[in-house]
């Protein structure tokens, strides 16, 4: 079939097939709603007003903390910590334009793969992925208010800390630090022992063992150096 939009069309597609499905079954559960179909260890801990929607996968030793949203299509492996408020496989901000010129909205169906020891902070959103799954891996830690959008990849043990925004297909490689309020245009990776400082606008990708710093981000040598020729600019 030829289209003048293909992802549109697609798009208009799934979005028809999504909505004749039959509704989810839930079961209340100590003032939580979970689906029925949804798949939790016995040893999960589960706080009041949480939901917990279908297809989702929780494992053992994990806790999940009052407030908690975890959408569809949603895997979360073992020893995390959910944190208040969260927002875990929700629509991810996608969206192309119908003939019309209007925004018609991308649907989100990969939803969130999260490892073992990981830990979402209060009030952060983990985006769906599009096809394919966002991915958190292992020991990776979240701080509260971030936003890590879908399709993103965030690496083993990995520390991403207040106020984050990372922008949808961004890859974050094992052992980084992305300091508070920073900003991550989307589509780039950044590398392996990375450190990204505080309120960097990080626009290109990063190479492994970097400290980035600045709006646009620099390497911390090259911030130095302009540093030293701005101040003898000035003095001169």
């Given at each position: 079939i030829f289209v003048n939009n293909p992802r549109y069309e697609y798009a208009r597609l799934v979005d028809f097939i999504v909505s004749e499905e039959e509704e989810d079954k839930y079961k209340e559960v100590f003032g939580s709603y979970i689906a029925e179909n949804s798949h939790i260890d016995p040893s999960v801990k589960i706080e009041p007003g949480v939901f917990?929607?279908?297809?989702?996968?929780?494992?053992?030793?994990?806790?999940?903390?009052?407030?908690?949203?975890?959408?569809g299509n949603v895997k979360i492996g073992?020893?995390?910590i959910i944190r208040e408020n969260c927002v875990i496989g929700g629509y991810g901000f996608g969206f192309?334009?119908?003939y019309e010129g209007k925004n018609f909205r991308l649907p989100h169906l990969g939803g969130v793969l999260i490892g073992n020891n990981v830990e979402i902070?209060?009030?952060?959103?983990?985006?769906?992925?599009?096809?394919?799954?966002?991915?958190?891996?292992?020991y990776a830690k979240v701080d509260d208010h971030?936003?890590?959008?879908?399709?993103?990849?965030?690496?083993?043990?990995?520390?991403v800390t207040a106020c984050a925004e990372i922008s949808g297909s961004?890859?974050?490689?094992?052992?980084?630090?992305?300091?508070?309020?920073?900003?991550?245009?989307?589509?780039?990776?950044?590398?392996?022992?990375v450190t990204i400082?505080?309120?960097?606008?990080?626009?290109?990708?990063?190479?492994?063992?970097?400290?980035?710093?600045?709006a646009p981000a620099?390497?911390?040598?090259?911030?130095?150096?302009?540093?030293?020729i701005k101040e003898k600019m000035i003095k001169e």
């Open positions: 917990i929607g279908p297809n989702v996968t929780i494992g053992r030793g994990t806790r999940i903390l009052s407030g908690a949203k975890i959408k073992e020893n995390c192309d334009k119908d902070g209060a009030i952060t959103t983990v985006c769906s992925g599009t096809i394919n799954p966002t991915i958190i891996e292992d971030v936003h890590i959008a879908h399709n993103v990849v965030i690496g083993e043990n990995s520390i961004c890859i974050i490689g094992k052992n980084s630090w992305i300091a508070p309020n920073t900003s991550i245009i989307n589509g780039i990776k950044i590398g392996e022992n400082g505080m309120g960097s606008v990080v626009t290109k990708s990063v190479e492994d063992n970097k400290v980035m710093v600045g620099e390497t911390l040598e090259d911030a130095k150096r302009f540093k030293k």
